[in-house]
């Protein structure tokens, strides 16, 4: 393996930053299967949450690091406030993994120094250093990064970055907190401190930026060019507000653009060494499963991974491309692991060809999952003759990867037409085992179904976002399901596939309100607990 600073570190927040994104909520089980996946990507290191922030995190992060975080492995991350508390929570996190890694923060601007923190540059001069070194009693590798770097004032941030160098920090992190800056200025902040920080070469120098202004990927690749070595990034870009850079468009400029960048990594133009370790092939697979798990939909024409990415209407451009690729074409859908729909199994396959099929797309199931997986597929089977890779990987990830059962829909049948009154039927079981029926009507099959369904689990909340997509071409194509729902202050999402979109419809809002009703139980027993303490 080449030495750190001759590549880029891929440092990937996408379940504690990205998971911040309203709606994005995840459960232990699909924290840990986006983090295996991201391990088959290839990140160098993976922020696996905030362990302090909740019981829940804390046990995500553990279990991450357990099974995850192994010798051959990504590094794994817990992030903690400059405070003794998250700092302990983080490392006994972490500390199953074989690489662990503490990343401390706390804010250098003015403006959160006066209105957050109220603090003085004095005292957090302080606090920095003593809670680095004590991040570093636990474990080798520290990362610092000084929150709102990009608004800081840049000579406060270098005594501040050179006194976290001395108590211990192996990376040192400049956030563009609230995506203020512009590629230029960013670059300039990474040289100036290049320049200007006398122990430097001792660290690391790593990005971390959000998408407020469009500019979170263009200034990650100014900084990569001023000395910057790690870029902290998500899938599909996801994370607070306008999002955080995205990992697939940063590894594809670097992949594609290679004969650029090498030069600034000291070497050859022509040289094909790869400036990650990113396995490119899995971007699509990556992208695919944090979109059903979190609800959050890429936009079709989202650089990389959008279904239009790789697209061409155009007479001329499909012209050209015939012609050769390379016309309209800068690379190849095949680097990100965007294969042709090729038919791989039909309703007389067995489990066997089933069981190696999956393991070849990448999937790793127990022989419970299994079997559900392929009692699914042949489902599947009996409907639709000709069953592709797209397919096989949208009913393993809607049957493994479910919200808790709390309740099951059992049966949905609707009536509709242009002259009738749309009307549902739906039946549920309850927690308990109960089977109960409802009808109602509505404006149309899926209002229908879910005014029924509301009228059975009765949790109230308001439907904020539906969306239906196709897996692949054609009239029997499974169609997936995504909505999102809003409790209070809170939201949850809900994803189902089938071949049938109304079913589909009904088993997605089933689904978000599981995760509501799980949520709901937590906060009850969270109050039960708290008046036993007091």
Request: charge should be negative.
């Amino acid at each position: 393996m080449q030495p750190q600073h001759d590549r880029i570190i891929i440092f990937d927040t996408t379940l504690r930053d990205g998971e911040q994104c309203p709606g994005a909520t995840l459960n232990g089980d699909e924290k840990l299967a986006i983090a295996k996946q991201l391990a088959r990507l290839g990140v160098d290191v993976i922020e696996a949450g905030f362990p302090f922030a909740s019981p829940g995190d804390f046990d995500a992060v553990q279990k991450i690091a357990a099974t995850v975080g192994t010798e051959t492995g990504p590094t794994i991350c817990g992030l903690a406030r400059a405070t003794r508390q998250d700092i302990k929570a983080a490392a006994d996190a972490v500390k199953p993994a074989a690489k662990p890694r503490i990343h401390t923060f706390i804010a250098t601007s003015d403006i959160h120094l006066q209105y957050k923190l109220k603090k003085s540059r004095e005292e957090v001069l302080k606090i920095a250093p003593e809670m680095v070194a004590y991040a570093k009693s636990f474990v080798d590798d520290v990362e610092f990064s000084p929150e709102d770097a990009g608004r800081s004032d840049p000579e406060f941030l270098y005594q501040i970055l050179e006194v976290a160098i001395a108590a211990g920090a192996t990376t040192v992190n400049i956030p563009d907190t609230v995506g203020y800056t512009t590629p230029a200025e960013f670059g300039a902040l990474i040289r100036g401190i290049k320049e200007n920080v006398p122990n430097i070469d001792q660290a690391i120098i790593s990005v971390h930026g959000h998408n407020d202004l469009g500019l979170a990927v263009a200034n990650f690749l100014s900084a990569v060019e001023n000395g910057a070595r790690q870029l902290e990034c998500t899938i599909n870009g996801i994370g607070e507000r306008a999002g955080n850079a995205a990992l697939e468009e940063l590894v594809m400029a670097l992949h594609v653009r290679r004969q650029y960048y090498n030069p600034f990594f000291g070497r050859a133009p022509e040289s094909t060494e790869p400036l990650t370790q990113i396995d490119t092939k899995q971007i699509y697979k990556t992208s695919r499963l944090v979109s059903n798990l979190t609800g959050m939909l890429v936009q079709p024409n989202k650089a990389i991974v959008g279904a239009n990415a790789f697209a061409h209407e155009s007479g001329i451009h499909q012209d050209g491309v015939l012609k050769n690729k390379l016309t309209y074409e800068i690379m190849d859908a095949e680097s990100i692991g965007l294969s042709e729909n090729q038919i791989v199994l039909g309703k007389h396959s067995g489990r066997h060809a089933f069981g190696n099929r999956l393991q070849e797309l990448g999937f790793e199931l127990s022989d419970t999952d299994l079997n559900k997986a392929f009692v699914r597929f042949k489902e599947l089977a009996d409907k639709k003759k000709e069953i592709s890779d797209w397919d096989i990987e949208a009913i393993v990830n809607d049957e493994i990867q479910q919200a808790p059962d709390f309740f099951r829909l059992e049966l949905v049948q609707v009536s509709c037409g242009d002259r009738a009154q749309p009307t549902a039927t739906v039946t549920v079981r309850t927690p308990d085992g109960e089977e109960l029926t409802d009808a109602a009507i509505g404006t149309g099959p899926v209002d229908a179904i879910y005014k029924a369904i509301n009228r059975v689990i009765n949790v109230p909340n308001k439907l904020i976002e539906f969306s239906v997509q196709s897996v692949t071409a054609g009239i029997d194509a499974i169609g997936e399901v995504t909505i999102r729902i809003q409790h209070e202050d809170r939201v949850y999402s809900g994803h189902a596939a089938n071949t049938d979109i109304v079913v589909a419809s009904a088993q997605a809002y089933v689904n978000a309100l599981n995760r509501l009703s799980e949520a709901l139980e937590k906060d009850r027993l969270h109050a039960q607990h708290e008046t036993a303490v007091v």
